[in-house]
């Protein structure tokens, strides 16, 4: 069995890693919904809102992740750390999902 202890730093990294680059693909959306002109700007709201905040969960989940890990790590918590890699795990799913609706989106 692995010890959570151990792969906490990995856990660490790999969620702030990943909040990065979800924080880049918010980015993204909201330089796109810039592009529009203000009277534009209402008929693309709604589909710019709904990609914004389901990427916004997984870049909660990440942080979240990357937190917990260093909690476990600070205070010698194995059972946190354990649980950051399960919520890394969730966010890493949560991730996919965003890119492939934001592909059938486009598709």
């Known amino acids: 069995m692995i010890d959570p202890s151990n792969i ?9 890693a990943l909040a990065g680059l979800i924080l880049v693909y918010l ?6 919904y810039a592009r529009y002109d203000t009277t534009q700007r209402h008929a ?5 809102q709904k ?9 909660v989940l990440a942080i979240l992740s990357a ?11 194995d059972c ?11 966010s890493l799913a949560w991730g996919v999902v965003t890119a492939l609706l ?6």
């Open 8 to 16: 906490a730093g990995d856990v660490i990294a790999a969620a702030t």
């Open 27 to 32: 980015g993204g959306i909201a330089n796109g």
């Open 44 to 48: 693309v709201k709604s589909s710019y």
């Open 51 to 59: 990609r914004a905040w389901f990427a916004f969960v997984g870049f």
């Open 67 to 77: 937190g917990l890990a260093l909690i476990g790590v600070w205070f010698d918590i």
């Open 80 to 90: 946190l750390t354990a649980l950051a890699a399960v919520i890394l795990g969730v």
């Open 102 to 107: 934001t592909v059938l989106e486009i598709s």
